[in-house]
Nanobody
């Protein structure tokens, strides 16, 4: 079982930045690929970014490429999402997830942290 706890959300003006953190309980954190997802009010949850267990491979949805950066620190059991040049359409609840590195699926999910971008 892996417990994930997100932090770092908040209210920011358009063009601003936030860094989200996701702390994992598992000592096997480094064996999991990690992902960030977001869900805006009234919409489905969408993929944002993914990082391989080693951190060597990253993937992003087109709408955040060049603005968001996913990274991880396996020594701290933490994955990050650095978000720059934020837009009002980035407003959502952001959740992290953990899953196998070799298969695109996620087994464990955090509760999420709210990000609100004002115009």
């Amino acid at each position: 079982q892996v417990q994930l706890v997100e932090s770092g959300g908040g209210l920011v003006q358009a063009g601003g930045s936030l860094r989200l953190s996701c702390a994992a309980s598992a000592r096997t954190f480094s064996s999991y690929a990690m992902g960030w997802f977001r869900q805006a009010p009234g919409k489905e949850r969408d993929f944002v970014a993914r990082i391989s267990r080693s951190g060597g491979k990253t993937y992003y949805v087109d709408s955040v490429k060049g603005r968001f950066t996913i990274s991880r620190d396996n020594a701290k059991n933490t994955v990050y999402l650095e978000m720059n040049s934020l837009k009002p359409e980035d407003t959502a609840v952001y959740s992290c997830a953990a899953g196998p590195d070799s298969v695109y699926m996620y087994q464990y999910w955090g509760q999420g942290t709210q990000v609100t971008v004002s115009s």
